[in-house]
């Protein structure tokens, strides 16, 4: 049988039969889980950080590593937080991330745009700001 790299060349079509990018989350939208282990680790090729990685246990006794998104996070060992699918594109064996804002996980703070992705709340001014933005002239 040929590799899925061979079949491409050739253009054959194989049928990836209840194939998923996050298996551990059991076809779920996300999942609890415990920190087990808080670390740092360093991108591939062209890229140069330290990008902050998460060792986490899931309810359903799977262990996986989650990135840690946003700037600053107040998260350490034994703490519950809630994992969902989407990998860290330069990070090998990295193909879940955390919730921020979700159970013990800190969101971000100081954060005006995509706010629910790092789950900051509204601030106070925000209905300011929206007057603000849509000001009628009345000539």
Do not use: E
């Not at 998460?54 to 262990?63: E, F, G, Q, R, S």
């Not at 995509?114 to 001014?125: E, K, L, Q, V």
């Amino acid at each position: 049988m040929a590799t899925l790299k061979q079949a491409l060349i050739r253009k054959i079509n194989y049928n990836r039969i209840n194939f998923s990018r996050t298996p551990a989350l059991k076809k779920r939208p996300q999942i609890k889980g415990i920190v087990t282990k808080v670390t740092t680790m360093s991108p591939k090729k062209p890229n140069s950080a330290s990008r902050h990685v998460a060792k986490v246990k899931l309810t359903n006794d799977i262990n996986v590593t989650a990135r840690v998104p946003g700037i600053g996070y107040v998260c350490s060992k034994y703490n519950r937080v809630m994992v969902n699918g989407g990998r860290a594109n330069d990070l090998p064996g990295v193909g879940y991330s955390l919730v921020r804002g979700v159970y013990d996980f800190s969101p971000v703070i100081f954060k005006r745009k995509r706010r629910s992705i790092y789950g900051t709340g509204r601030p106070d001014n925000y209905t300011k700001h929206i007057r603000r933005c849509f000001r009628v002239n009345k000539n």
